[in-house]
């Protein structure tokens, strides 16, 4: 087995790798440096602020309304299982702490059919998830505009289309011209969301349990405590964890990444995984199934008005508003950087990630993110959205734990993991067959356009790359 | 010989001028070429498109160092952040000082700030190695309180520079260092400072190093603190 990718597209373009020493504050290659600056809040900041958007603000009235309180264990299922994931990604991150994540991995464990498919898909993926947030951040707007008095016409609807699509041009423009430091202010956004969070719930756990009493309507949402709608909820829900292996997009430029990594992906998983099961506890002992079903995506701002009032409202306005944002804004990041590692190794054309000459940026990347968002977010198909999205990174999520038990058996001379996830095959393997399994609980149309966009991609790798080679390569 | 890195924007077209180089031909030289990126661009992405050229331009720059005395090389950098690459690069090379180059002819009288909280021995040290055997005169510059033990430090330092065969002046001020180091730089054609003097240490980056720059138009050398014996201190 080589430890150099092999092959040429068939633009006769091959892989682009060279010999790189990796030190924890930067990666050297022959003529240059590559300088790691993201610390672990900065990691964290970027698992949590991708997470927090989706699980807090859009799905406790979806998932509330078809199986009440049971639907904590629902938020519960999604996050074992992204734990599970999340140990075997952090030690293939250790061992190759490269911009890519998961599909640097999986090419390099699984060979370039297996890369290609995630590497595509995870694009895709991320397409799908951002497109959601929007439709998530217009959902809030619309409650935003309401808040302040202004009621919109005929067709809200068609508002909240335009507000996905306008604000997804937007962070598209912003990435690409936008050269202020960025990452300070989604730090500082997730720290403001995380303390609003906090103390609303608190507030909310109060009133659950019969602390204090907010004058909430009485009567609890009816419980199914049935093992498959909780699972069908768990795989409708677990768009909320995609988030934690976008971390692993950035390891190339994460500090002291052995310790790092590991530390930012399940910390990042393990935080919101509390704050996702408080949140839905709180929501589901404010309001009964119907009333959960009524407020639908921004049931959240009806629970703040039935506990603290309309500045209670306006709190969960605010913070659905950024946590939307934030996730929109990290994942359209996270995309051009998936773009960038599959194109690195010739499965896509090079111009693909040529950086714009007066701004610095990926331009192309972030225009094959951002173009795609905007299509999908006015369609305004919140759960398939979020389906395709979870599909997508599920197969990849398997496909991770996958890649690291034929790691560990094909023993290449350059594995060598800071961080090792205890228990030999243990974990990677319930990790990958949670990942698959919990597919199956999807729903049927959701399956068939994320099969769709997988078998599309394999056509790709069987037209463009297939002589390229880049199992067991660094 | 003591060594000075030079980092330089190397692909904004910065250029180091002819003066800085002269004045530094006594000292070793690490050029240090960086390119700050956006955090939407991976450096590796920009290292693809752009390390030719930057390393080209390296080539020439160090060529042109190492013709004005000393040894030189160079190290590229793509980075989000240049002052954590500075730093870094900084203590990797084991440097005495770094340099923010600034405009200036050949380098007659050098102005060098002692206030604050600085390391006089390293200061002196670095000034007598760099102005070496040539006729550069050097201004001694104390800002601030003025009690005996300050005075005591600059009337020492001022001997030692005298001893090693340099003309020197001392000159002292009240206020604000930063003001003082600003009115004294007239007729000065490069500046010396320490790093991390508490009222200072802004001006190596940050808006303070554009209004010296601004008003100085030189070059200025800044000598790094000694991060060993950093850890004793109290």
New interface residues.
């Given amino acids: 087995m080589s430890s150099e990718p092999t092959g040429t597209n068939i633009e006769g373009e091959a892989p682009d790798s060279e010999p790189v020493v990796e030190t924890d504050e930067a990666t050297i290659t022959d003529d240059a440096e590559l300088e790691r600056t993201l610390g672990l809040a900065g990691g964290l900041a970027i698992g949590i602020g991708t997470m927090i958007g989706a699980g807090i603000f859009v799905f406790p009235g979806l998932a509330g309304a078809e199986v009440g309180t049971a639907a904590t264990v629902s938020f519960g299922i999604g996050g074992v299982i992204a734990l599970l994931v999340a140990l075997p990604t952090s030690e293939l991150a250790t061992a190759m702490p490269k911009s890519g994540g998961g599909y640097y991995f999986i090419s390099r464990g699984l060979g370039t059919l297996a890369g290609t498919i995630i590497g595509l898909s995870l694009w895709i993926g991320l397409v799908f998830a951002t497109a959601f947030y929007l439709v998530g951040l217009g959902f809030y707007a619309l409650d935003a505009l309401a808040l302040l008095g202004i009621t919109v016409g005929v067709s809200p609807g068609a508002v909240v289309s335009a507000i996905a699509v306008v604000a997804g041009i937007g962070f598209t423009v912003l990435n690409v011209t936008g050269t202020e430091n960025a990452a300070t202010l989604q730090n500082g956004i997730v720290a403001l969301l995380l303390s609003m969070l906090v103390a609303f719930l608190a507030f909310g756990m109060a009133d659950a349990v019969g602390l204090v009493d907010a004058g909430t309507p009485p009567g609890e949402a009816q419980n199914v405590w049935a093992i498959g709608p909780i699972m069908s909820v768990a795989a409708l829900v677990f768009t909320s964890y995609l988030g934690f292996a976008q971390v692993a997009t950035v390891a190339g430029e994460m500090k002291s990444p052995g310790r790092n990594l590991p530390l930012a992906m399940i910390g990042s998983v393990l935080i919101v995984m509390m704050l996702y099961v408080l949140t839905i506890f709180v929501a589901t002992s404010v309001f009964t199934q119907d009333a959960l079903a009524a407020a639908g995506e921004t049931a959240m701002v009806e629970i703040g008005r039935a506990l603290l009032g309309t500045p209670g409202a306006l709190v969960i306005v605010i913070g659905g508003l950024l946590a939307t944002m934030s996730s929109a804004n990290a994942s359209i990041l996270s995309t051009s950087r998936a773009i960038y590692g599959v194109s690195k190794d010739a499965l896509l054309p090079g111009w693909a990630s040529r950086i714009n000459l007066k701004y610095g940026t990926p331009h192309v990347a972030l225009g094959l993110a951002g173009g795609p968002v905007i299509v999908l977010a006015a369609t305004r198909q919140v759960q398939l959205l979020a389906e395709v999205a979870s599909f997508l990174h599920l197969i990849m999520y398997g496909l991770i734990c996958v890649a690291l038990i034929a790691i560990r058996r094909d023993e290449p001379a350059w594995y060598d993991p800071d961080f090792v996830v205890p228990g030999g095959p243990a974990i990677p393997a319930a990790g990958a067959l949670a990942s698959f399994g919990l597919i199956a609980f999807m729903n049927p149309l959701s399956i068939g356009v994320g099969i769709a966009v997988s078998a599309a991609t394999a056509g790709w790798y069987f037209y463009y790359a297939r002589d390229i080679g880049l199992k067991g390569a660094l | 010989m003591s060594r000075v890195l030079v980092p330089i924007e190397v692909l904004e077209g910065k250029t180091v001028p002819p003066g800085l180089m002269s004045l530094l031909g006594t000292m070793d030289v690490t050029v240090l070429g960086y390119h700050v990126?956006?955090?939407?661009?991976?450096?590796?992405?920009?290292?693809?498109?752009?390390?030719e050229r930057?390393?080209a331009a390296l080539e020439d720059l160090t060529e042109e160092f190492a013709d004005a005395g000393g040894a030189a090389d160079h190290?590229?950098?793509?980075?989000?952040?240049r002052e954590?690459?500075v730093r870094?690069v900084a203590a990797e090379t084991d440097a005495a000082a770094f340099a923010i180059a600034g405009m200036t002819g050949d380098v007659d009288d050098l102005l060098v700030s002692l206030s604050g909280d600085v390391d006089l021995d390293r200061i002196t040290e670095f000034v007598i190695d760099l102005v070496d055997d040539r006729d550069i005169a050097v201004t001694l510059l104390l800002a601030g309180e003025s009690d005996e033990a300050s005075s005591d430090r600059l009337a020492t330092a001022a001997i030692r520079l005298r001893e090693a065969g340099i003309e020197t002046d001392t000159s002292t001020a009240t206020g604000s260092p930063f003001d003082a180091l600003l009115d004294a730089v007239p007729g000065h054609d490069a500046i010396v400072i320490g790093e991390a003097a508490p009222s200072l240490r802004s001006l190596v980056f940050g808006d303070e190093a554009k209004r010296v720059a601004a008003a100085s138009v030189g070059p200025v050398l800044v000598v790094r603190r000694d991060e060993a014996s950093e850890a004793t201190e109290p």
């Fill in positions: 990126l956006p955090e939407q661009t991976p450096p590796d992405q920009a290292r693809h498109q752009y390390e930057a390393t190290r590229l950098v793509f980075t989000h952040d954590q690459t870094r």
